[in-house]
């Protein structure tokens, strides 16, 4: 593609076209080709000093902005990108799998040497960060269409980038005395990284900030304290004993105790259900209040500092807030929060509440900002909405988790939406 080609197209039509020529013909990166990669990828992840871990992680998976993280290390944001570089190629310099083999070969014989690659990785990096403008998206198009090269280096260092995630993703936690068996490998830094990193915050922006960090751009501490944290689009089921389990939704952390009393669950933030099918004394804390799950099962949904939604699946729980108790019966929903609890009311079963547990996201007449919120929630990378007009749009359909670029589809589709694409970020104006 010529740069006067490009001259023609629009922003929308030139990421388009950039993105043909990055991705493999069928779409997808071929992830069995690069397994070998992961091994190599985790030793370096893990030989990585605290602070660069968890900056590498912070904008890899959580895409916090270097503002953020310069506050929370008490450093500069060129010190945070200086280390962020340092991260970032000392993982990715020992990856050599078959995949990238391919790609590496094609751009040396275009021509594209290690100079247009260290290029190629910053460009990952600045545009993993914040949001990014038109003047730096026509820049980097004017930079990529520069040759058949400079296409197949970034080709190249957006799948490390790919491989990297599911290398941090997998990290396993620190192992700890007494619990054995208890705490499965978390989606993210190891617990000493973490509290390191947790800490170091605390001294650049104080307690308040660490209880309530600033738009969620990080855990909070209840959050980072949690036995079992998952992943954007992860799910999981944690045995309870006797044939009893808890599901944990995406994005959803919690902790667990056992004592004579019976289980405890914690809730922080997420979703849950939890089957109680032989009736062992089970209780859940969430936002204040407590749930006593009787034979049967119950589903709760909370996301910090908001309600606390519980739902009676099956037989009885009797639900505590406020000095207020009510009890719920299959079918049967109750809302609490900090302006107290509300009236108890009936809902249908098989609802989009349900669709998570069978692995679908159902949208009901649902106004578009919320939808994206609860695409973000599944899908990996991140959907910006910039028009408040578009978001007040409305979208109804049934989608696999996995497949949750359909919905983009049909917002572009139904409203003719101006849709940019970067890697796996995806604006709409």
């Given at each position: 593609m010529t740069e006067k080609t490009l001259a023609r197209l629009s922003v929308t039509e030139r990421l388009a076209r950039l993105r043909e020529c990055m991705e493999p013909a069928d779409g997808r990166v071929r992830e069995d080709a690069?397994?070998?990669?992961?091994?190599?990828?985790?030793?370096?992840?893990?030989?990585?000093?605290?602070?660069?871990?968890?900056?590498?992680?912070?904008?890899?998976?959580?895409?916090?902005?270097?503002?953020?993280?310069?506050?929370?290390?008490?450093?500069?944001?060129?010190?945070?990108?200086?280390?962020?570089?340092?991260?970032?190629?000392?993982?990715?310099?020992?990856?050599?799998?078959?995949?990238?083999?391919?790609?590496?070969?094609?751009?040396?014989?275009?021509?594209?040497?290690?100079?247009?690659?260290?290029?190629?990785?910053?460009?990952?990096?600045?545009?993993?960060?914040?949001?990014?403008?038109?003047?730096?998206?026509?820049?980097?198009?004017?930079?990529?269409?520069?040759?058949?090269?400079?296409?197949?280096?970034?080709?190249?260092?957006?799948?490390?980038?790919?491989?990297?995630?599911?290398?941090?993703?997998?990290?396993?936690?620190?192992?700890?005395?007494?619990?054995?068996?208890?705490?499965?490998?978390?989606?993210?830094?190891?617990?000493?990284?973490?509290?390191?990193?947790?800490?170091?915050?605390?001294?650049?922006?104080?307690?308040?900030?660490?209880?309530?960090?600033?738009?969620?751009?990080?855990?909070?501490?209840?959050?980072?304290?949690?036995?079992?944290?998952?992943?954007?689009?992860?799910?999981?089921?944690?045995?309870?004993?006797?044939?009893?389990?808890?599901?944990?939704?995406?994005?959803?952390?919690l902790s667990l105790r056992t004592d004579a009393s019976g289980v405890l669950i914690a809730l922080f933030a997420g979703e849950i259900a939890v089957d109680n099918g032989r009736a062992i004394p089970l209780r859940i804390r969430a936002g204040g209040g407590r749930v006593d799950v009787g034979q049967g099962g119950v589903a709760l949904r909370t996301w910090e500092g908001r309600r606390v939604v519980v739902r009676a699946l099956e037989g009885t729980a009797r639900v505590f807030h406020s000095q207020r108790e009510v009890s719920l019966v299959a079918g049967q929903q109750v809302s609490y929060g900090s302006s107290g609890m509300d009236a108890v009311r009936r809902v249908t079963s098989g609802t989009s509440d349900d669709a998570w547990r069978r692995g679908m996201v159902v949208f009901q007449d649902t106004p578009l900002a919320e939808a994206v919120a609860e695409i973000n929630r599944y899908r990996p990378g991140r959907v910006v909405l910039m028009d408040s007009a578009l978001g007040r749009q409305r979208i109804s359909g049934r989608f696999r988790v996995d497949a949750l670029d359909r919905a983009i589809i049909l917002i572009e589709q139904l409203y003719r939406a101006r849709v940019r694409r970067l890697g796996d970020v995806v604006i709409l104006s």
């Amino acid at each position: 593609m010529t740069e006067k080609t490009l001259a023609r197209l629009s922003v929308t039509e030139r990421l388009a076209r950039l993105r043909e020529c990055m991705e493999p013909a069928d779409g997808r990166v071929r992830e069995d080709a690069d397994c070998d990669d992961l091994s190599v990828l985790a030793r370096q992840v893990e030989s990585l000093p605290p602070r660069l871990r968890h900056i590498l992680y912070s904008v890899r998976i959580e895409r916090a902005p270097s503002q953020v993280l310069a506050q929370r290390w008490g450093i500069s944001t060129r010190l945070v990108a200086r280390e962020l570089q340092a991260a970032h190629e000392s993982c990715v310099q020992g990856l050599a799998g078959p995949g990238l083999r391919a790609v590496a070969k094609g751009a040396e014989e275009a021509g594209a040497g290690a100079a247009v690659l260290a290029e190629a990785r910053a460009w990952v990096r600045v545009l993993s960060m914040g949001q990014p403008t038109d003047e730096r998206l026509d820049a980097f198009t004017q930079w990529h269409a520069q040759s058949r090269g400079h296409a197949q280096r970034w080709h190249q260092a957006t799948r490390e980038w790919k491989i990297l995630g599911r290398a941090l993703h997998a990290a396993p936690a620190d192992p700890e005395p007494g619990t054995p068996g208890l705490r499965a490998p978390l989606p993210r830094l190891t617990r000493r990284g973490f509290l390191g990193a947790a800490i170091a915050g605390a001294t650049a922006l104080g307690a308040l900030a660490i209880a309530r960090p600033p738009l969620g751009l990080w855990p909070s501490w209840q959050v980072l304290r949690a036995d079992f944290r998952t992943a954007t689009g992860e799910r999981r089921r944690i045995g309870l004993g006797e044939g009893a389990y808890v599901e944990l939704n995406t994005q959803t952390s919690l902790s667990l105790r056992t004592d004579a009393s019976g289980v405890l669950i914690a809730l922080f933030a997420g979703e849950i259900a939890v089957d109680n099918g032989r009736a062992i004394p089970l209780r859940i804390r969430a936002g204040g209040g407590r749930v006593d799950v009787g034979q049967g099962g119950v589903a709760l949904r909370t996301w910090e500092g908001r309600r606390v939604v519980v739902r009676a699946l099956e037989g009885t729980a009797r639900v505590f807030h406020s000095q207020r108790e009510v009890s719920l019966v299959a079918g049967q929903q109750v809302s609490y929060g900090s302006s107290g609890m509300d009236a108890v009311r009936r809902v249908t079963s098989g609802t989009s509440d349900d669709a998570w547990r069978r692995g679908m996201v159902v949208f009901q007449d649902t106004p578009l900002a919320e939808a994206v919120a609860e695409i973000n929630r599944y899908r990996p990378g991140r959907v910006v909405l910039m028009d408040s007009a578009l978001g007040r749009q409305r979208i109804s359909g049934r989608f696999r988790v996995d497949a949750l670029d359909r919905a983009i589809i049909l917002i572009e589709q139904l409203y003719r939406a101006r849709v940019r694409r970067l890697g796996d970020v995806v604006i709409l104006s």
